[in-house]
Antibody
Framework: QVQLVQSGAEVKKPGSSVKVSCKASGGTFSSYTISWVRQAPGQGLEWMGRIIPILGIANYAQKFQGRVTITADKSTSTAYMELSSLRSEDTAVYYC?????????WGQGTLVTVSS | DIVMTQSPDSLAVSLGERATINCKSSQSVLYSSNNKNYLAWYQQKPGQPPKLLIYWASTRESGVPDRFSGSGSGTDFTLTISSLQAEDVAVYYCQQYYSSITFGQGTRLEIK
């Protein structure tokens, strides 16, 4: 049974970067894709990008191209999402999820607050 | 990008009654080579991550009660809860995985 555990909440200044981690247990980390999805307060779900750990290849939603970097460390079964040039609109809960094509399971979410 | 549009935005249904949520894609998500619709449904309760309910448009995830069912093909899809229970109060999202990934805006389901 795959479980995904994310790092804790963050408060960041506008213009800075944040890096959120997602540690997998159970299953074979390298054999599946990890996606990142965010949810602004009271809003819907927005896909940001994904990585295939076994290949180290990531691809990103066009909206986030150039501002997001998704990486994976196979040795620790951990995926990372780094978002740069933060602005107030980036305040959201960030989720990782195992992706077959659909997403299951999901991490518990990490609240990132961007505030001066 | 494929745009997913759900209707209604919110819905109030009496306990024990049927709830129906619609999802329309801006282009077909039916892959002709395998005749599968690349569509999933999720349930999200407050303070929780989304939970997978349905994939391939109509395949129920293991452990999901059979009162939940998915139907449709091509561009028009429906999530049906046959007999609403109190624990079904949530926001429901459709998601296509045919071309990249996009979600519908969500439908809030409440008890009437």
């Amino acid at each position: 049974q795959v479980q995904l555990v994310q790092s804790g909440a963050e408060v960041k200044k506008p213009g800075s970067s944040v890096k959120v981690s997602c540690k997998a247990s159970g299953g074979t980390f390298s054999s599946y894709t990890i996606s990142w999805v965010r949810q602004a307060p009271g809003q819907g779900l927005e896909w940001m990008g994904r990585i295939i750990p076994i290949l180290g290849i990531a691809n990103y939603a066009q909206k986030f191209q150039g501002r997001v970097t998704i990486t994976a460390d196979k040795s620790t079964s951990t995926a990372y999402m780094e978002l740069s040039s933060l602005r107030s609109e980036d305040t959201a809960v960030y989720y990782c999820a195992r992706a077959v094509n659909w997403f299951d399971p999901w991490g518990q979410g990490t609240l990132v607050t961007v505030s001066s | 990008d494929i745009v997913m549009t759900q209707s209604p935005d919110s819905l109030a249904v009496s306990l024990g009654e049927r709830a129906t949520i619609n999802c329309k894609s801006s282009q077909s998500v039916l892959y002709s080579s395998n005749n599968k619709n690349y569509l999933a449904w999720y349930q999200q309760k407050p303070g929780q991550p989304p939970k997978l309910l349905i994939y391939w448009a109509s395949t129920r995830e293991s452990g999901v009660p059979d009162r939940f069912s998915g139907s449709g093909s091509g561009t028009d899809f429906t999530l049906t809860i046959s007999s609403l229970q109190a624990e079904d109060v949530a926001v429901y999202y459709c998601q296509q995985y045919y071309s990249s990934i996009t979600f519908g805006q969500g439908t809030r389901l409440e008890i009437k």
